[in-house]
């Protein structure tokens, strides 16, 4: 069965960095666009970043445009979501998604 693992997580200050990586198994990893998503206490679910199946096209939500990028490693089936500037704006539980269908569980990142 398809599996989704997010890692990276944690609590860092205002103004560092983070780096999520996702693991897929189960699926032929290639043939997915990826996408990490996120949702903050109270708030609705958002998507941050896409990217397609080469990693030839991303798009980002404004919100963390500048800031945030995402890569991902055909060969190692995994998707990496590098965050920066990081702000109290940004708590929320991350989600990595595989072509809207597949989700992980969630790796949780809190910044204060």
């Known amino acids: 069965h398809v599996q989704l693992v997010e890692s990276g997580g944690g609590s860092v200050q205002a103004g560092g960095s983070l780096r999520l990586s996702c693991e897929a198994s189960g699926l032929t990893f290639d043939d997915y666009a990826m996408a990490w998503f996120r949702q903050a206490p109270g708030k609705e679910r958002e998507g941050v970043l896409c990217i397609n199946w080469s990693g030839g096209y991303t798009r980002s939500a404004d919100s963390v445009k500048g800031r945030f990028t995402i890569s991902r490693d055909n060969a190692k089936n995994s998707v990496i979501l590098q965050m920066n500037s990081l702000n109290s704006e940004d708590t929320a539980l991350y989600y990595c998604?595989?072509?809207?269908?597949?989700w992980g569980q969630g790796t949780q990142v809190t910044v204060s």
């Open positions: 998604v595989g072509s809207l269908y597949y």
